[in-house]
């Protein structure tokens, strides 16, 4: 009696820890945490575009879908900054070292291809382009047009549809985004988007790794119409 006793005890002892232990969150780096407030409070702070407004219901209506958008960058874009396949992917690329300037002969070839070459192959069919194209079929369906991940320097390192570049570096969507390694929230305007045949706007923010640092940058074609 006693043995089967103890043995109900230890098996109680351990099916307590187990429940302990599911009930625990993950820690998260106090960095992390610093960066996905500043991203949400610039989300939050973003003013609508009303430049090319005409009428005061043209106003009220891009203001009302700034405020969608703005619900869903917080809510849904924000959190995929820290994307365990995004975050492996480009700190794999990263540590290859390429130069700029091989990231620029490369970005010249990509632009002048007449044909599909090898690495535009590699980066539509890549782990980081299955994660894309999962997340905009599973987690963010139908409000996904052109989206795509870059390293440290602004180079493509996974696509869901083909870019018409390479290299992003010279462009705001990189810069200010990436922000020198600090991070940033870059909301550009609404445009026709050819690779994808749609109307979308473009949402940019930085990738973060799980110590907090800003490793590279990933650019959403949000369909703004469809939120």
Not at 155 to 171: L, R
């Amino acid at each position: 009696m006693k043995t089967k006793h103890v043995l109900v005890w230890i098996a109680f002892a351990v099916l307590t820890s187990v429940l302990l232990a599911a009930d625990e969150e993950p820690k998260v780096n106090p960095k992390v945490t610093a960066l996905l407030e500043q991203l949400t409070k610039a989300a939050a702070e973003a003013a609508p575009d009303l430049s090319e407004a005409k009428t005061d219901d043209e106003k009220k209506q891009l203001t009302e879908s700034h405020a969608k958008l703005q619900k869903f960058i917080t809510e849904k874009l924000i959190p995929l900054c820290t994307n365990p396949v995004f975050v492996k992917e480009t700190a794999a690329q990263n540590a290859k070292g390429v130069s700029l300037d091989e990231i620029k002969k490369i970005d010249e070839q990509w632009q002048k291809a007449e044909e599909e070459l090898p690495i535009h192959k590699e980066k539509l069919n890549n782990t980081c382009a299955a994660e894309i194209k999962r997340l905009a079929k599973e987690v963010l369906p139908n409000l996904i047009g052109e989206c795509f991940v870059m390293d440290n320097q602004g180079a493509n390192v996974g696509q869901n549809v083909m870019t018409s570049d390479y290299w992003q570096g010279d462009e705001p969507k990189w810069q200010k985004s990436f922000n020198e390694g600090k991070g940033g929230l870059i909301i550009e305007k609404r445009k026709y988007d050819k690779s994808t045949d749609s109307v979308d706007q473009k949402v940019s923010l930085p990738i973060i790794d799980p110590e907090g640092n800003v490793i590279g940058a990933v650019c959403w074609g949000v369909k703004v119409d469809k939120l």
